[in-house]
């Protein structure tokens, strides 16, 4: 396989001074996670500068660095790529490799659900040619182009996460991807701290379209309230093709029947008129809806259906987003649900529905630890105080919650559950180790503001002769 860019190639994208030839096999931003070969971009950020770590990047193995204030001992260290602005740069980068691409492309933006849809197709397309996704939650404006840039010339399938939390963010990343086929999960109160109204995120949700292709497909939730408002934004693209997918039986990917097991999902479903059974390796009903937008994706592309169905049986959560460990280990031996990565009002009533499918074992119990949800503004305490019914309807025995607008939620739970609340997660520890039993079923979820990644940290260091939780259900 060719390099991913030679000096010449890099320089004709961004316009740059080249000090010497490179020829590069992956791009990075991180010295920590850099690979030998790759070129390192020296970005900016709001906490550090890139150009303070180019030293490091040569010395763990950087083919080249671009950076836009060189010193002689960069110079001296190895090959750069000069410019006047590096995230530019990147983006020109970015740019560059989609002209090149023959790629079929996928965007996925969405409320919820951006990650898991985005790591499903490329677990489906990996198996039906070369395939590329963004990393993690690459999806932000230097996450979008980063991800673009390391799209290799030969990749068949392309699916990149586009993300936001302001008005006009997605308008230039779609723009950057061009997408072939853009989907939106669904559109719920995120990021409220910075918009008006739902339909304000709708509006800045729909500005996927503004990239798609003409003639390109639009995939949306048949489901959602503003199905109608992001319709019509996508109507204005060239001969575009709509699917619509959720359970409305109008959907052009409908959901006909589901059965939920603990840790998997049994579905029959219409893929614009074909009847489809298959099973999903991630359990809940909101992965059930996602798994319709999959197929569809696939269809709009003219993937191998079949191929697809047998791929979903396999599939697994990204981290914090889902994963279960059977934690077991001294007198611990209780299931771990690890959804800490992050968390909204529409997730959280989600993963709290996938709780309530769990079977706690023997006199086990099923254990919610919850931090608070961010970037809601105003409207905060309410959406807080509003999920106990979500707690009460999943059958939570305990709940242990951080931060003050979990506080609310506490309050609104009422007699039928054990509550403790404390300011922070790292309090949750003590309290929550002290209580558990065998057969507890615990779900840690929360903003990743909240850090409640401490507590799956801490509940994942019991563990003895844990093991990755192996029984996916029977169909």
């Known amino acids: 396989m060719s390099a991913l860019w030679t000096g010449e190639e890099a320089v004709k994208a961004t316009g740059g001074e080249l000090t010497a030839a490179f020829s590069a096999s992956g791009v990075s931003i991180d010295t920590r996670t850099l690979e030998p ?15 303070a ?10 083919a080249a660095a671009l950076v836009s204030r060189p010193t002689d001992a960069m110079r001296a260290a190895g090959p750069l790529l000069i410019v ?12 560059a490799a989609r002209a090149r691409a023959r790629a079929k492309i996928i965007a996925v933006t969405g409320s919820v659900g951006k990650t898991g849809t985005k790591e499903a197709l490329l677990h489906i397309f990996a198996g039906q040619g070369r395939a590329h996704a963004s990393a993690a939650s690459y999806n932000n404006h230097w996450g979008v182009p980063l991800s673009l840039a390391r799209m290799p010339e030969e990749t ?44 304000e995120i709708a509006d800045a949700k729909a500005e996927i379209f503004a990239g798609l292709k003409a003639g390109g497909t639009a995939i949306l939730n048949r489901d959602n309230p503003h199905f109608a408002r992001l319709k019509a934004v996508a109507e204005k693209v060239p001969n575009v093709r ?13 959901l006909e029947k589901s059965v939920l097991h603990e840790a998997c999902s049994c579905v029959c479903a219409s893929v614009a008129g074909e009847g489809v059974t298959y099973k999903l390796g991630i359990p809940g009903q909101h992965i059930v809806l996602n798994s319709l937008a999959v197929l569809g994706a696939v269809k709009a592309v003219e993937g191998d259906m079949a191929r697809a169905l047998l791929k979903l049986a396999d599939l697994t959560p990204p981290s914090g987003r889902g994963g279960r460990r059977h934690i077991k280990g001294g007198k611990y031996d209780f299931l771990l649900i690890d959804e800490s990565y992050n968390a909204n009002p529409a997730s959280m009533r989600a993963a709290l529905a996938a709780l309530g499918q769990t079977q706690p074992r023997g006199q086990g119990r099923r254990i919610a630890v919850l931090g608070d949800m961010l970037e809601l503004g105003e409207q905060s305490d309410a959406l807080h105080a509003g999920l106990a019914g979500a707690l009460s309807e999943a059958g939570v025995a305990q ?5 003050p607008h979990m506080k609310k ?13 404390t300011e922070t997660s790292e309090g949750l520890v003590e309290p929550l180790l002290a209580q558990l039993r065998a057969g507890d079923a615990v779900m840690v979820k929360g903003s990743l503001g909240s850090k409640m990644a401490v507590i799956v940290a801490a509940l994942s260091e019991l563990n003895g002769d844990g093991r990755d939780l192996p029984e996916r259900g029977r169909a």
């Open 37 to 51: 070969g790759d070129l390192f971009v020296a970005l900016d950020g709001d906490n550090s500068d890139g150009h």
């Open 53 to 62: 770590y180019v030293g490091k990047a040569f010395e763990a193995g950087a």
């Open 84 to 95: 006047e602005d590096t995230l530019a740069a990147l983006q020109a980068l970015g740019r």
């Open 156 to 199: 068949e399938f392309g699916i990149f996460e586009i993300g936001m939390n302001h008005a006009g963010e997605i308008t230039p990343l779609s723009k950057m991807v061009e997408p072939d086929v853009a989907i939106i999960t669904t559109v719920e109160p995120v990021h409220l701290e910075f918009f008006n109204s739902v339909e």
């Open 242 to 254: 709509l699917f619509s997918f959720g359970a409305d039986e109008a959907a052009d990917i409908h």
């Open 399 to 403: 709940l242990y919650a951080c931060g």
């Open 409 to 421: 939620l506490c309050d609104a739970a009422g007699s039928a559950i054990d509550v403790f609340h």
